[in-house]
C-alpha cells in the first residue's frame, strides 16, 4: 500500500525559508518521478515543480523558479522541497505526488500523471 | 502558457449522467487525467491517459478527448460523487515543461 507522508509545514513571516519532507512507502521509490501540487485555501490544484526519477530532471512553475528546490535521496525514499524567500501567495496546503510511473513523453505526447497523493501539510505565510 | 478551462460547477440528479468538460487548444493532442476531489480530502486519480480507470474506480467514470474538449462522464450519478473533478495535461515545449490543472469543476448531485 502506498503510503505518502508528508512533514516541515508551518506559519513563516514573507521571506523566511522551511524544508518540506516527503517519505514514501508501498512501491519502489527509485523508479518513479515525483511532484509538489499545491491548493490555496478555496481554491483549485496548482502544479509547483517535479522530479525525475534518478533525479536529473527538475521542473518549476515560473511563479516558483529561483525560490524553491525539489530534491530526491533515493535511498532515503523522500522527497524534498525547499522553500525560500517566501510570499504571502505561496499559502497553501502542500500535497506530495507519486508519478503513476517514471514520467514521459514519447511521439509528442506526455504521460506524467498523479497516481498517488500525501495529505498534505500547510504553509501560512503571514506577518 | 497552456491553458486547461473547466465550468465551476455542474448538477445532476441522482441516477443520471453527469458530464464535466475539460476545454484547451487542440487537446486532443495532449494526454488528459482526471482527479476526484472530495471535501477535506486529498485528491484521487479517478481516469487516467485519456480513458483509462484505476483498480478500484467504478465503471461508472469515463473519459474522451477529443479536438479542443475532453471530457469525464460519470453514469449513475451518486451522492457519494459529489466533489471537485479536475483535469490535467502535461504541457511540454522547447521552452518549458509543465503540469497544468484546469480550475476544477464542483459537481453537486441534487
Redesign the interface.
Known amino acids: 500500500q502506498v503510503q505518502l507522508v508528508e512533514s516541515g509545514g508551518g506559519a513563516v513571516q514573507p521571506g523566511r525559508s522551511l524544508r518540506l519532507s516527503c517519505v514514501a512507502s508501498g512501491f519502489t521509490f527509485s523508479t518513479h518521478g515525483m511532484?509538489w501540487?499545491r491548493q490555496a485555501p478555496g481554491k483549485?490544484?496548482?502544479?509547483v515543480t517535479?522530479i525525475s526519477y534518478d533525479g536529473r530532471n527538475e521542473?518549476y512553475?515560473d511563479s516558483v523558479k529561483g525560490r524553491f528546490t525539489i530534491s530526491r535521496d533515493n535511498p532515503r525514499n523522500t522527497v524534498y522541497l525547499q522553500v525560500s524567500s517566501l510570499k504571502p501567495e505561496d499559502t497553501a496546503v502542500y500535497?506530495c505526488a507519486k508519478d503513476?510511473g517514471s514520467?514521459y513523453?514519447s511521439g509528442?505526447?506526455?504521460?506524467?500523471?498523479?497516481?498517488s497523493?500525501?495529505?498534505?501539510t500547510l504553509v501560512r505565510v503571514a506577518s | 502558457s497552456y491553458v486547461l478551462t473547466q465550468a465551476p460547477s455542474v448538477s445532476v440528479a441522482p441516477g443520471q449522467t453527469a458530464t464535466i468538460a475539460c476545454g484547451g487548444n487542440n487537446i486532443g493532442?495532449?494526454?488528459v487525467?482526471w482527479?476526484q476531489?472530495r471535501s477535506g480530502q486529498?485528491?484521487?486519480?479517478v481516469v487516467?491517459?485519456d480513458t483509462d480507470r484505476?483498480s478500484g474506480i467504478p465503471e461508472r467514470f469515463s473519459g474522451s478527448n477529443s479536438g479542443d474538449t475532453a471530457t469525464l462522464t460519470i453514469s449513475r450519478a451518486e451522492a457519494g460523487d459529489e466533489a471537485?473533478y479536475?483535469c490535467?495535461?502535461?504541457?511540454?515545449t522547447v521552452d518549458?515543461?509543465?503540469?497544468?490543472?484546469?480550475?476544477?469543476t464542483k459537481l453537486t448531485v441534487l
Request: net charge negative; glycine share 14%.
Open positions: 511532484h501540487v483549485g490544484l496548482e502544479w517535479s521542473y512553475i500535497y503513476k514520467g513523453c509528442g505526447r506526455c504521460y506524467v500523471r498523479v497516481d497523493w500525501g495529505q498534505g | 493532442s495532449y494526454i487525467h482527479y476531489q486529498a485528491p484521487v486519480l487516467y491517459d484505476p471537485d479536475y490535467q495535461v502535461w504541457d511540454s518549458h515543461s509543465r503540469m497544468v490543472f484546469g480550475g476544477g
